[in-house]
């Protein structure tokens, strides 16, 4: 019996980190992480905002988008192969060892919009040697004339303790991103500022 019930969760255990979410008090935001794949995890989390698919487009292509919800200052170059520059440091700039820098390897007008960091020193080493694999892909819903469901799935991370923790800072970081982008959108003032 107890070989059976070891079998059974062994067999079952990348199912339930499946189900695992993390929400905020607003319960706005999903966030799912998927390691049923042996190797790999996704990080996938989902929202619902009130305002048109426009105006959602426009926070993630464009700098005033960018610098009203995301980060103190953003330089984009927004096409195919282009990029997107941030800092979070209000006295810092464009260049520094502080930008992040994003690249943009494609997109679908107001659909989906594919990004890979450029990791910097500031990254965990460990994360480093898998750069070429991790990718945030974003897709863009237009629910109704108000309302856009907005999906991001961070792929390429490992199924290993390291990333499994690391896990827990994006999700973290990544909601309140979220929530200073519903914020923004719909009162025109984000929840934090950079």
Same mark, same amino acid.
């Given at each position: 019996?107890?070989?059976?019930?070891?079998?059974?969760?062994?067999?079952?255990?990348?199912?339930?980190?499946?189900?695992?979410?993390?929400?905020?008090? !607003?319960?706005? /935001? *999903?966030?799912? %992480?998927?390691?049923?794949?042996?190797?790999? &995890?996704?990080?996938? $989390?989902?929202?619902?905002?009130?305002?048109?698919?426009?105006?959602?487009?426009?926070?993630?292509?464009?700098?005033?988008?960018?610098?009203?919800?995301?980060?103190?200052?953003?330089?984009?170059?927004?096409?195919?192969?282009?990029?997107?520059?941030?800092?979070?440091?209000?006295?810092?700039?464009?260049?520094? !060892?502080?930008? /992040? *820098?994003?690249? %943009?390897?494609?997109?679908?007008?107001?659909? &989906?919009?594919?990004? $890979?960091?450029?990791?910097?020193?500031?990254?965990?080493?460990?994360?480093?040697?898998?750069?070429?694999?991790?990718?945030?892909?974003?897709?863009?819903?237009?629910?109704?004339?108000?309302?856009?469901?907005?999906?991001?799935?961070?792929?390429?991370?490992?199924?290993?303790?390291?990333?499994?923790?690391?896990?827990?800072?994006? /999700?973290?970081?990544?909601?309140?991103?979220?929530?200073?982008?519903?914020?923004?959108?719909?009162?025109?003032?984000?929840?934090?500022?950079?």
């Amino acid at each position: 019996m107890k070989k059976v019930l070891y079998t059974l969760l062994f067999l079952y255990f990348p199912f339930v980190l499946v189900a695992q979410t993390t929400g905020n008090t !607003e319960n706005r /935001i *999903t966030s799912v %992480i998927d390691s049923s794949k042996v190797d790999n &995890m996704v990080l996938k $989390q989902s929202f619902i905002v009130n305002v048109a698919l426009d105006s959602v487009w426009n926070a993630y292509t464009t700098k005033k988008g960018w610098e009203s919800w995301a980060t103190a200052i953003a330089e984009i170059d927004f096409k195919n192969n282009g990029i997107i520059k941030t800092n979070y440091n209000k006295a810092g700039k464009i260049g520094d !060892e502080s930008t /992040i *820098t994003l690249h %943009i390897l494609n997109y679908i007008p107001k659909r &989906m919009l594919t990004l $890979q960091a450029e990791l910097t020193k500031n990254f965990p080493e460990f994360m480093k040697a898998d750069e070429k694999d991790l990718y945030n892909v974003i897709l863009f819903e237009e629910v109704s004339s108000t309302k856009t469901k907005v999906t991001s799935y961070g792929i390429g991370y490992k199924n290993n303790e390291k990333y499994m923790s690391l896990m827990k800072f994006f /999700i973290q970081g990544n909601e309140q991103s979220y929530l200073n982008l519903m914020s923004y959108l719909e009162t025109g003032e984000p929840s934090a500022k950079y």
